[in-house]
């Protein structure tokens, strides 16, 4: 393939990302973050798609990206929702490692990361219409199972089943399917499997 080629097909790439994500109802910021492209650029993409798919509106979301664990304990449907998204980024290999370490394994600022965040969320919300997990929320997700600081997945003692947990917590739970809490544990014995 030719330099031009090769240039042209990234760019193509980049502006179907950032399509994308605008569709996903990403911040500016985010776009920015996944494409590498400018702000100026983002807005005039983000009206030429408005102007092209007025049956289907997005909306724009401005300030500051979510960054509250605490929203995926909200009920345990949203607990829920979350461990599935949070398995599709394994099988999309966005992490990987273990349930005792979870490893990053997407590269902040690659396009071919970012297509596959979108599409694990793309297969999220074929399941849940419409989505009780915005995109920022999913991105949010993935940015802190990879940190593991707040958030964490271990396999449920009770079903076996994958459960998102919450590292802070000093309670330890059982998957939202099996519902009831176990016994409170220390955080200086609690293992992350089972958490
Ligand atoms: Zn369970």
Redesign the pocket.
Known sequence: MRVSDDRYTRDRQRFDLAERLIRHEARTFTIRQWTGLSDDRIRKLYRSYVMDNDSRPVQRHRGKSPRQAAFFFKNAELTFQAAQLASLYLVYGLIGGSALAVESRYRMGSLESGALLCDAYESYVEWHSPASISFEHAWFLLLALSKREELSVAR?D??G?M?LCDLLSRRRL??S??GAPGPTMPLAVRKPAPC
Request: hydrophobic share 10%; proline share 0%; charged share 10%.
């Open positions: 449920c009770l079903c089943g459960r059982n998957c399917n099996c």
